[in-house]
């Protein structure tokens, strides 16, 4: 398991990179633009559209998203993203985000659970 902190970090705080693409801090912007696409990150799911987009949105530079104010804008600015990815790309990426999201997800318990029902980071003993 890895450092929690860094965990948070990554997803929360700073930028960084992944196979070449910049992914930006988790905004209220892009929060209410996943709501907006009903992104899987929100309300589960697998739907690949909704995938790309949600990876779309953590990729583009607040500037150019907040010039997308449709669902459908944002589709088609992720379909058209995704397409000048070369071959592979796109699913490393995939990937890759999701075992961040599953460590970030292992180290933030869910505040209603019982104390002693909340998952604990192993040890190095």
């Known amino acids: 398991m890895g450092d929690p902190d860094k965990a948070v970090d990554t997803i929360l705080e700073a930028p960084f990179t992944l196979e070449g693409i910049t992914f930006y801090p988790l905004t209220l912007a892009r929060y209410a633009n996943f709501e907006k696409i009903k992104s899987p990150f929100l309300f589960g799911g697998n739907d690949i559209e909704a995938v790309i987009a949600t990876i779309f949105i953590m990729a583009c530079p607040i500037e150019e998203l907040k010039a997308l104010r ?50 604990k980071l192993p040890t190095d003993s």
Do not use: C, R
């Open 70 to 119: 449709t669902a459908d804008q944002i589709f088609q600015a992720a379909v058209e993203w995704a397409d000048g990815l070369p071959p592979g790309k796109l699913e490393t990426v995939i990937q890759m985000l999701t075992k961040q999201l599953m460590e970030l997800s292992y180290v933030a318990p869910n505040s209603a659970e019982e104390e002693s029902d909340k998952k």
